[in-house]
Nanobody
Framework: WVQVVESGGGSVQAGGSLTLSCVVE????????VAWFRQTAGRTREGLAA?????????RYADSIKGRFSVARDNAKNTVLLQMNMIKLGDTAQYYC????????????????????WGQGTQVTVSS
């Protein structure tokens, strides 16, 4: 089994910061890539960032959040963090964490179909 649980969402003012947490637990020790996505009503989920959980460090970011958000891992706690800075109104969305049982790849990291395990999501609402 694999369990993915996000937390840390909430309301934040534009220009502020927020840290989302994703805990990935498994009894198979098979997760190698964790990513953050977000979704707004009527739109497909957008891949924001991905990070490897073992081996050579791999990180990638979508252009929409590059320079403002950063992803980090804490393997001791099975946790991947998404640090959100300089938050904009357009960052309002449901944020999801996803995990894959394969090494991260520049070819597939931003695509939903690449991940077999998903959390329930956490809402981030940005106000002016």
């Amino acid at each position: 089994w694999v369990q993915v649980v996000e937390s840390g969402g909430g309301s934040v003012q534009a220009g502020g910061s927020l840290t989302l947490s994703c805990v990935v637990e498994t009894n198979m020790d098979n997760i190698e890539c964790v990513a953050w996505f977000r979704q707004t009503a009527g739109r497909t989920r957008e891949g924001l960032a991905a990070i490897s959980t073992r081996g050579e460090m791999f990180t990638r970011y979508a252009d929409s959040i590059k320079g403002r958000f950063s992803v980090a891992r804490d393997n001791a706690k099975n946790t991947v963090l998404l640090q959100m800075n300089m938050i904009k109104l357009g960052d309002t969305a449901q944020y999801y964490c996803a995990a894959a049982a394969a090494p991260c790849s520049g070819r597939w990291w931003p695509y939903m179909a690449s991940y077999g395990y998903w959390g329930q999501g956490t809402q981030v609402t940005v106000s002016s």
